[in-house]
């Protein structure tokens, strides 16, 4: 691995910002890492996956570099996913790679989603590298539930994970996907214990990505009949926020913490949307709720001398669809047959 890449110094004497068909700015990448982990959630993968093969997968190095395009092109954010991003092997090293752009001013932020199984492993390595936030996915407190959905996990992992982070000085916010049944009762207390510990919740609603070997329609839960059922239990006061992501949130005045809602199936969040998404093989999908991508990986081990990265990358966002293609028909979700794992949410 060589450490000596050359740094952006100056990205706005580069080239133009990177803006799609409907005039939205890009400015926030998803860059997945792998796509193998170390957990098997229900709702994401099946139990038996077959992964890639390695040389399909990008080296740390060429995702440096592609991240460095995007940057170029006005990127200010880096969420490092996966698959499992921690399992990735000397993941730290991208890490340290981005670090100087967080100090030089080009990027706003690096992050980081993660299952948190490997985090109390990580976390002081993360801060010294500048990351500041971590996205931690957790379903359920109850260990045996935990278990079952995640289908080998180790609830205490996490847990240990969990206070790593925050005892390193990470900001965390846990993200949990909101599953018909037990899941229902035991949100009011994953809210206590996130707020209790300062942290956000994010409620995700399941979307149909990928053969995951469960019943999607049985499992499907809308938030939007989630929130009505805390509204009876808790005071849900609206906060504006308009970052560009699809939450929305509201806070617990009982709490006094924050609560998300992502719903992409129940409501339109595509007219705000500044991100785009690499795949760990290069591949670039403009709309997380799309079938199409294009593939980087070739032009960024230079084996189309007469095509630019970045000519591609313009090329994806003149075609960036308006709005995403899941949805819903009673009890049914029509969805598209690549795994979140691909992407990393
Ligand atoms: N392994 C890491 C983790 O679990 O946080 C990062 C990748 S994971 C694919 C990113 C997020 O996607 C997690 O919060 C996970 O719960 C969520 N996710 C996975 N499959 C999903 C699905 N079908 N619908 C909604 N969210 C999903
Ligand atoms: Fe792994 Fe994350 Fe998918 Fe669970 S949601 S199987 S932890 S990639």
Request: net charge neutral; glycine share 10%; with cysteine.
């Amino acid at each position: 691995m060589r450490h000596e890449r050359q740094v952006i110094t100056d990205p706005g004497a580069g080239p133009p910002p990177l803006i799609d068909q409907f005039g939205r700015q890009v400015t926030y990448l998803r860059l997945s890492v792998t796509d193998r982990c170390d957990l098997r959630c229900t709702y994401c993968m099946a139990e038996h996956m077959t992964f890639l093969p390695r040389r399909d997968v990008l080296s740390l190095e060429e995702l440096y570099d592609l991240a460095q395009v995007f940057m170029r092109g006005g990127v200010r954010k880096i969420r490092l996913t996966g698959g499992e991003p921690l399992v990735r092997k000397n993941i730290m090293q991208l890490f340290e790679l981005l670090s100087p752009h967080l100090q030089n001013g080009d990027l706003d932020e690096v992050t980081l989603t993660t299952n948190g199984t490997l985090l109390a492993r990580h976390a002081e390595a993360l801060f010294a590298a500048g990351v500041r936030r971590v996205n931690v996915s957790l379903d359920s407190l109850d260990p045996a539930r935990y278990a079952k959905i995640t289908r080998w996990g180790r609830l205490d992992a996490v847990l240990k994970g969990i206070d790593a982070a925050l005892a390193a000085g990470l900001k965390v916010k846990l993200n949990a996907v909101a599953l018909r049944g037990a899941f229902e009762h035991e949100v009011d207390d994953l809210i206590r214990f996130a707020h209790g510990r300062g942290m956000d919740l994010t409620l995700i609603e399941e979307m149909p990505l990928g053969e995951s070997g469960h019943d999607r329609g049985a499992s499907f839960l809308s938030l939007r009949d989630l929130r009505l059922s805390l509204a009876e239990r808790w005071t849900l006061v609206t906060v504006e926020d308009r970052t560009g992501g699809p939450a929305r949130y509201v806070r617990l005045a009982e709490t006094g913490g924050r609560l998300g809602f992502i719903t992409p199936l129940s409501c339109d969040f595509c007219a705000r949307c500044n991100r785009v998404r690499v795949s760990c093989t290069g591949d670039l999908f403009t709309c997380m709720g799309q079938e199409g991508s294009v593939g980087l990986r070739e032009a960024l081990r230079g084996h189309h001398a007469e095509t630019s990265v970045d000519g591609l990358v313009r090329d994806a966002l003149a075609c960036k669809p308006k709005a995403h293609a899941f949805e819903i028909t009673g009890p049914a979700v029509s969805g598209i047959a690549r795994h979140m794992s691909v992407l990393g949410g």
